[in-house]
């Protein structure tokens, strides 16, 4: 069983959090549970046979390593286009529901939103992981291993390759959700991408095609899973790079050490991303959000360079 060897100590929780960090021995000891969940969900097969990890999480955990943020998410994308996206997220939850070395978990649901709470003999966590199931990825996943980091050696099993979601896709769904709001976590991982070796080689021209193309779908949606966003903005590249007025700090004590300040983080962005106003005739076009392009649309998602979609039936 994952975790039974383990040989974790209150100290080496103490050492998981960068000195001077805001974050403190919580987010550590949800960090750490967040690896053997991972591992168990890998195990089982549901991480690669029904869902691929995504967002924060994943870049934390397979790109950033202990230079990222910490993120108390798991959000998901399932792995197949006509996946009951509730049924998937009471599969994950179920599988959630079980103790591992350490910690046990504890699903539960509210209002079709799932969360797992930690407890541990290394401390109970106030904040539970919100489980977040999204539709499929428009780019073939890629498999890739966790980041080494030292307090692994304490775990007691080995780390595997876990299926993820493209950088460029990660960060175009960032970009996007920027158009309709400004989240300092969002920001701070796109600032980290770009300015970060060998990750900020990820290809901007397709991080751009992706972004016009989901705010296209954030507005107006796709069938069969892609639901339009909550205030949906269109994507417009000179408003997008504009000073913001404000912030939602939410998490920004859990950024990576030390944390940039808001203003900072502000100015970053605007110089990593002037490439967003790069657009092509064809991206300028479906930046408008006419809903009489979704054919286009389609078209343009079945074309992308490493496309999954090229033969899924979606309208």
């Known amino acids: 069983m994952i975790g039974d060897k383990h040989t974790l100590t209150p100290g080496y929780v103490a050492r998981h959090v960068p000195r001077g960090s805001a974050a403190g021995s919580d987010t550590a000891v949800l960090d750490i549970a967040q690896d053997f969940l991972l591992a168990h969900l890998e195990e089982r097969g549901v991480l690669g046979e029904l869902a691929v990890l995504k967002g924060g999480t994943a870049l934390r955990k397979l790109f950033a390593g202990a ?44 209002r079709g939103r799932w969360r797992i709470s930690v407890s541990s003999s290394l401390g109970d966590p106030a904040v539970s992981i919100k489980l977040d199931v999204g539709p499929p990825c428009w780019l073939e996943p890629e498999l890739r291993p966790f980041v080494p980091i030292s307090t692994q050696e304490r775990y007691g099993f080995r780390m595997q ?9 990660i960060l175009a769904e960032k970009i996007a959700r920027l158009t309709r709001t400004s989240t300092a976590r969002d920001a701070s991982d796109l600032v980290w991408a770009a300015t970060t070796s060998p990750h900020s080689g ?27 966003a909550l205030a949906p903005v269109r994507l417009e590249p000179e408003v997008w790079l504009s000073t913001r007025d404000s912030w939602d700090d939410e998490q920004i004590g859990l950024l990576a050490h030390p944390p940039p300040t808001l203003a900072q983080l502000g100015n970053d962005l605007q110089g990593c991303y002037s490439w967003l106003r790069e657009l ?18 389609i078209q343009g998602i079945r074309d992308l360079d490493g496309g999954a979609l090229a033969q899924a039936h979606i309208w």
């Open 67 to 110: 230079q990222g943020r910490f993120s108390t998410d798991l959000d998901v994308a399932a792995a197949e286009v006509n996946a009951d996206r509730q049924a998937l997220a009471e599969i994950v939850a179920g599988e959630s529901d079980v103790t591992l070395g350490p910690f046990r978990f504890r699903p539960s649901e509210s």
């Open 161 to 169: 390759s876990i299926p993820t979601m493209r950088i460029e896709e």
């Open 202 to 228: 990820f290809r901007r021209d397709l991080v751009r095609r992706l972004t016009v193309l989901k705010v296209w779908v954030d507005i107006h949606g796709l069938r069969p899973g892609w639901s339009p």
């Open 280 to 297: 092509s005739e064809e991206e300028a076009r479906w930046a408008g959000a006419d809903r009489n392009d979704r054919g286009l649309v």
